[in-house]
């Protein structure tokens, strides 16, 4: 993987707009979400249907607890989705940095085997994640 933020790239869109407008998206969603009363907030489905966590069981929680500034709860609700989150704010954070200060957009590269990679490792991490809620009875 090779990081880079040349002075100037041409014919080139950065990502990382995309991803902090994504990331208030999420917020905005999660904040409506919040705000409505909580019979309104239907319960997972999977969970009802099978008395097991699906994959995303507590992602509602941990918005509502990075929402609420409980981030060592929200972590606990459901980590890979936090870290994730966490990845794409750091993302975020250090292309608007590059941007604001030094003129500068930030670019990941990657190859098409470190892509294969990354996705491996992405699944691992949701398969490990939903292994770890299924333990802790979610």
């Known amino acids: 993987m090779r990081i880079r933020a040349p002075l100037h790239q041409k014919g080139t869109v950065p990502a990382w707009p995309f991803v902090g407008f994504g990331l208030l998206v999420l917020a905005g969603l999660g904040l409506f979400i919040k705000l ?8 997972c489905g999977f969970h009802v249907a099978t008395g097991h966590p699906c994959p995303s069981c507590g992602v509602t929680r941990m918005g509502f607890a990075i929402l609420s500034g409980h981030l060592v709860d929200a972590f606990f609700y459901h980590p890979f989705f936090f870290l994730v989150l966490g990845a794409l704010g750091l993302w975020f954070g250090a292309g608007l940095a590059l941007r604001l200060f030094w003129k500068r957009d930030l670019f990941f590269d990657t190859t098409s085997r470190e892509d294969k990679w990354l996705w491996l490792l992405l699944l691992l991490g949701f398969l490990l994640n939903w ?8």
Do not use: I
């Open 36 to 43: 409505l009363p909580e019979r309104w907030v239907p319960p």
């Open 131 to 138: 292994a770890y809620l299924w333990r802790a009875g979610v």
